[in-house]
């Protein structure tokens, strides 16, 4: 499973003279019975060569066949893979990813990150919690997989068993078992929130159950509840899954406005934030980005300066900053990126509607930074 520390890993990986092959390969199930992924991995490395001199295409060639030797012996068992090969410094890394990723293959002095970190910020871990008055099941969706944990099956007393009470009596005994009940399941959703980490929760069941439940939350489960939705005690694994998705999509989608709008908001009030590509890349370089905004079709030729790390949309015969001679670069908005992350600062992919605003008013590419840079002192 990928995290953000092996990311990290991947990000400060430098080939130096040795060149990095990064491949994404999409092994969608009708892909999978045909082995066409195969296929396509050796057409995109087709595509690649002719843009490449001579080193690089020797390059290109022998860690090709390390991939190709991986796909042969490997059964694949997810639904994207995301494989990082540079032979003559013994790096190799093969990220199974639970999601169909744009397919491609990129040859540099470093991985190309920028699809991992995509599937990353897209996806936060969820917890949903399925309640009735006596069953409860818990499940945790993360990276568009589902995973049941323990039952907690209570049994309550109908309301309407007869003996020796008074039906009211009863009605109170009932609904004693039904407030412990969910109490449990409360207590049993901390545990999970120990042992198993999560960004969301989402209620599942009668409105009735749900209800209740929300009202018994501790505050640590209340703050990350999100959403509730109506549905059956024994609803089947792919319902609870693609209600849950259905969810998370609308809440990124709405995160991604947020943080676009915050962006713009703020560096009109010439708070700590900035955006265009040259302001950008400026306070990459400065070290001053907390969180990095980017478009999700942005790339853009520029160059990076060995000496002072400046980063460039053009690519000047020497760097203004310190006068070294600036490396070019195919796509200066990727080592943005990588450099933000080197730098403990946070990425933002934006997609649809936001993105189209990024891209109107702020040239595809933005960042809130760590301090305002025009506020005096104080
Ligand atoms: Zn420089």
């Given at each position: 499973m990928i995290t953000p520390s092996h990311v990290q890993e991947l990000v400060t990986f430098d080939g130096g003279e040795e060149l990095v092959l990064s491949a994404y390969l999409n092994l969608t199930p009708d892909r999978q019975i045909r082995r066409t992924y195969r296929a396509a991995f050796a057409d995109l490395v087709k595509q690649l060569e002719p843009q490449l001199d001579e080193p690089a295409r020797a390059a290109l060639e022998r860690e090709a066949a390390r991939v190709r030797a991986y796909l042969e012996s490997e059964p694949p068992h997810s639904k994207g893979l995301a494989l990082f090969s540079c032979t003559p410094r013994g790096f190799w890394q093969a990220i199974a990813l639970p999601v169909v990723v744009a397919e491609s293959v990129h040859l540099g002095r470093r991985p190309y990150v920028r699809p991992l970190l995509d599937v990353l910020d897209e996806y936060e871990r969820y917890a949903v919690a399925l309640v009735d008055k006596e069953k409860a099941r818990l499940f945790t969706v993360y990276l568009g997989e589902i995973e049941e944990h323990d039952q907690v099956y209570d049994v309550v007393p109908g309301k309407h068993d007869q003996g020796?009470?008074?039906?009211?009596?009863?009605?109170?005994?009932?609904?004693?078992?039904?407030?412990w009940h969910l109490k449990r399941v409360a207590a049993e959703l901390s545990v999970l929130l120990r042992r198993r980490p999560f960004d969301r929760l989402?209620?599942?069941?009668?409105?009735?159950?749900?209800?209740?439940?929300?009202?018994?939350?501790?505050?640590?489960?209340?703050?990350?509840?999100?959403?509730?939705?109506?549905?059956?005690?024994?609803?089947?694994?792919?319902?609870?899954?693609?209600?849950?998705?259905?969810?998370?999509?609308?809440?990124?989608?709405?995160?991604?406005?947020?943080?676009?709008?915050?962006?713009?908001?703020?560096?009109?009030?010439?708070?700590?934030?900035?955006?265009?590509?040259?302001?950008?890349?400026?306070?990459?370089?400065?070290?001053?980005?907390h969180k990095l905004v980017v478009a999700d079709e942005l790339r853009l030729p520029?160059?990076?300066?060995?000496?002072?790390?400046r980063l460039a949309q053009d690519c000047p015969p020497t760097c203004p900053a310190c006068g070294a001679r600036p490396v070019p670069l195919a796509d200066v908005v990727e080592r943005a990126i990588e450099r933000t992350v080197e730098e403990a600062g946070t990425v933002e992919i934006v997609h649809g509607v936001p993105a189209s605003r990024l891209n109107a008013e702020g040239e595809g590419l933005g960042a809130l930074l760590r301090f305002s840079r025009s506020a005096p002192d104080v």
């Open positions: 020796g009470w008074s039906q009211a009596n009863y009605q109170r005994h009932h609904e004693a078992h039904v407030y989402v209620l599942a069941g009668p409105e009735e159950a749900t209800s209740e439940l929300q009202r018994l939350l501790p505050r640590s489960l209340r703050r990350r509840l999100v959403a509730t939705f109506p549905a059956e005690v024994f609803a089947s694994q792919r319902e609870i899954l693609e209600r849950t998705l259905e969810i998370e999509r609308g809440i990124e989608r709405e995160a991604e406005e947020r943080l676009v709008r915050e962006l713009f908001e703020t560096a009109a009030a010439g708070g700590p934030a900035t955006h265009g590509v040259a302001a950008t890349l400026e306070a990459i370089w400065l070290g001053c980005v520029g160059s990076e300066c060995p000496e002072c790390g």
